[in-house]
């Protein structure tokens, strides 16, 4: 039961859109108008609000995730007995019900302190999920049939669970699955009323293809979301992706939507947080130096005169896996449902448009991001910037930090072979560690002098 709360829950990706540029060359996004609110009510809405309106009995919460031990956000009353990244709110018939919130996948719990905006870089996609032990599926059965009105309250979540808990199974440990849980979930959802459908619409490949979920502190930044970059216009219609996972009708969709206002108002909030450590700052004047001739171009420049480029970077250039940009054609009927959709219509629309490439990203509290690249291939800065340095096969402690302050990233051991889901496998479709190679023509001072700089952002 545990895996399957833990796995069902996401903010639907973003993607972007394709100019007509010369092969090669980076292709600048424009921006677009986006809405703006009170960003403590949006901050309020994503601790407390009921956006999931149908989940667990407290009864199942505690057979899977136990008592919790830590209120980090200081929410206190009922919302102080459930873990950060639950919610408990009423169901439409009045229940009261535990529900997952946005933290699940957007938070970390990081040296003991919990850092909001920070992507969850230990989440649990790789177990399957399924409701396929007895004694559970027993208890949930007894349960309901004595508990009609709880019941009918977790009627909406537990079906689509049972659905799709089988469907998001990632390779490794450490890595997301929302892109597929998105895909999934749009498969069974009616593209006007948002009703669930029992049978899918689309016929979706078997791989899931994993992803790192990045920082919500640079989304005042970007003027597209995420990684492939097919998200364009209204960011706060695409954060709507939530509700598509116990939504059951477009009055829901629209009360969760006169919310967004103030929800992407609080992100937008957000800042990262600073780097602990002692600043070796002579080192990182240097390293500015070096940073703003060879990376500035596509990551931006920070500091007294900050800009940020918004380029996306062609696959024949970046070089990274490319399985995660060229799903966005796989998935040509999602694209199609959803720019046909709630989503794509009113008064704050959006649309996707694919892109064979990737976003160069902010780097805003870079140091503390780790693991690297779209899909968490490489644990830390020292060898993004220095590929030969790149593990096949590594291995980390899931169950408490081990940071490493001065390579930027995980603590990690490099391994002789995969082994179980809890060793990074970059050998396997999706999972690979190539590309983002312009960090091997600096020599290791230059290099050095970089991480140093780095912490400063």
């Not at 609110?37 to 057979?63: C, E, H, K």
């Not at 031990?69 to 639950?86: E, H, I, Q, S, T």
């Not at 997952?100 to 969850?120: S, Y």
């Not at 078997?206 to 970007?222: E, G, M, N, T, Y």
Request: one cysteine or more; proline letters at 6%.
């Amino acid at each position: 039961m545990k895996t399957v709360i833990l796995i069902i829950f996401f903010v639907l990706p973003t993607l972007h859109f394709s100019l007509t540029e010369e092969p090669g060359d980076p292709v600048k996004i424009p921006a677009t108008p986006q809405r703006t609110g009170n960003a403590d009510s949006g901050y309020q809405f994503i601790v407390t609000g009921d956006y999931v309106n149908s989940g667990l009995p407290f009864l199942f919460y505690r057979m899977g995730m136990g008592v919790n031990k830590d209120d980090y956000l200081l929410r206190g009353g009922v919302n102080a007995g459930v873990r950060y990244d639950f919610n408990v709110v009423r169901a439409p018939n009045g229940e009261e019900i535990v529900v997952p919130n946005c933290l699940q996948c957007h938070a970390q719990v990081f040296d003991d302190k919990l850092i909001i905006g920070l992507g969850n870089a230990n989440m649990d996609f790789s177990q399957s999920g399924r409701f396929d032990n007895p004694m559970i599926q027993g208890a949930i059965e007894s349960y309901m049939k004595i508990n009609k009105k709880k019941a009918e309250a977790s009627k909406e979540f537990l079906q689509v669970s049972r659905t799709i808990a089988d469907q998001m199974q990632t390779e490794v440990r450490g890595v997301n699955a929302a892109d597929r849980l998105t895909a999934v979930l749009i498969s069974h959802r009616d593209k006007n009323t948002l009703k669930w459908n029992d049978t899918a619409s689309v016929q979706l490949p078997k791989q899931v293809i994993p992803s790192d979920v990045p920082a919500w502190w640079l989304l005042k930044k970007k003027n597209a979301m995420f990684y492939s970059g097919f998200g364009r216009g209204d960011f706060g219609t695409f954060l709507m992706g939530a509700i598509l996972l116990t939504v059951n009708d477009t009055v829901h969709a629209n009360k969760v939507n006169e919310h967004m206002d103030d929800v992407l108002s609080y992100l937008k909030s957000i800042e990262p947080p600073k780097y602990p450590k002692p600043i070796d700052t002579v080192l990182a004047a240097k390293g500015q130096v070096v940073f703003e001739t060879n990376c500035a171009k596509c990551h931006g420049f920070y500091g007294d005169y900050p800009s940020y480029p918004n380029y996306l970077i062609p696959q024949q250039v970046i070089q990274t896996d490319s399985l995660l940009n060229h799903s966005n054609y796989q998935y040509s009927d999602m694209i199609d449902w959803f720019n046909t959709s709630w989503f794509s219509k009113g008064d704050n629309p959006a649309k996707l448009v694919p892109f064979n490439g990737y976003i160069a990203p902010p780097l805003d509290g870079v140091w503390i991001t780790a693991p690297y690249l779209h899909n968490g291939s490489v644990p830390d800065l020292e060898t993004l910037l220095n590929s030969t340095l790149r593990p096949k096969y590594w291995s980390r402690n899931f169950s408490k930090t081990e940071y490493d302050y001065a390579k930027l990233g995980w603590k990690y051991k490099a391994e002789e072979k995969p082994s179980g889901r809890t060793v990074y496998n970059t050998t396997l479709p999706g999972y690979g560690n190539q590309g983002h190679y312009f960090g091997d023509k600096l020599n290791d001072e230059e290099r050095k002098s970089v991480i140093e700089y780095l912490k400063t952002l």
